[in-house]
């Protein structure tokens, strides 16, 4: 949509077109527009029940996926497609480039001389059901989410990963699970330096007020994909679908040298391993952070 919006927009002050040009771009570019579109090609010939969109940058696929099992477990819906979308643009590379957080080599999530983002681009969609009425299968269950803002920064994370903190522990009580219940942390580990200390500290910190005192083994996954954003949370959930499914544990590629300021087990080789509870990290611009639980299916 950006990209679309960019290109005419430039093409519109080229050719000093008029105002009602630009009125008509403006209107055929807008989210609602594209959801409108959405709507009426699944459903062509019927209204569908309730329609939603999430732009909440980093984290808005995660946090529609929260907000489509929440509308399953209240009966609102038996059924519901949600996914993320991310086409990359002149205007978001130019974005990310004036904040310096882009690398100008592969992403190294969470290690010492990590120099920052590579931003991709794609889509992924997910079909949640109830248990009752699923016509098939199920690959796994949001057992729990958790939604929080920071409240700190435009841009930047909290220092000590509260909101993140706050996520993950409304996620697991949500699920009715113990911290160490969950075996792997799907990080959101961009690559660059305060997010991933940010993170990092939210993790060990959460983790370490379990009873047990369990270290659940931790990666980030963007060292083969990059950081799709708005995509990414539906992206990285699909993956941990399948580490289920496969009972696999994904590693933290790229990485040679932990960050010691950050206190976790970082997974550097993938490997199997019995899992039944993952938590999925998601965080965005400003603070905005969604954390899934995604327990494997016994049907």
């Known amino acids: 949509q950006i990209d679309i919006w960019a290109k005419e927009f430039v093409e519109f002050l080229r ?10 771009i403006f209107r055929h570019q807008s989210l609602g527009a594209l959801l409108d579109s959405l709507t ?5 010939t019927e209204q569908l029940a309730k329609t939603a969109l999430i732009t909440s940058a980093c984290s808005a696929a995660t946090q529609a996926l929260a907000l489509g099992a929440m509308w399953v477990r209240q009966g609102k819906v038996k059924r519901c497609l949600v996914g993320g979308v991310e086409v990359l643009s002149p205007l978001t590379v130019e974005g990310f480039k004036s904040l310096q957080l882009l690398s100008t080599t592969a992403a190294h999530p969470f290690d010492e001389a990590r120099k920052g983002i590579n931003l991709s681009e794609g889509a992924g969609f997910l079909i949640l059901e109830a248990e009752e009425t699923k016509q098939s299968p199920s690959l796994a269950q949001i057992a729990g989410f958790g939604l929080t803002t920071d ?12 909101g993140c903190f706050n996520a993950m522990a409304q996620a697991v009580s949500k699920a009715a699970l113990k911290p160490s219940d969950i075996s792997w942390v799907h990080a959101h580990g961009t690559g660059s330096d305060l997010n991933d200390l940010s993170e990092g500290r939210a993790i060990a910190k959460y983790f370490g007020t379990s009873p047990q005192l369990s270290s659940p083994q931790v990666s980030s996954t963007k060292f083969s994909h990059g950081h799709a954003l708005g995509a990414s949370g539906a ?29 976790i087990e ?13 938590l999925k990290n998601t965080l965005g611009f400003g603070g905005i952070n969604a954390a899934l639980v995604l327990s494997r299916s016994e049907h």
Request: with cysteine.
């Open 235 to 263: 992206l990285e959930t699909i993956l941990c679908i399948e580490s289920l499914r496969r009972q696999t544990i994904l590693k933290s590629g790229g990485l040679e040298k932990q960050d010691s300021r950050i206190p």
């Open 40 to 44: 009426r090609a699944l459903s062509p």
């Open 266 to 278: 970082i997974v550097k080789e993938s490997r199997s391993f019995p899992l039944k509870h993952i």
């Open 15 to 24: 050719q000093k077109s008029s105002q009602e040009d630009l009125e008509v």
């Open 151 to 162: 409240a700190f920064h435009m841009t930047g994370p909290h220092p000590e990963g509260e």
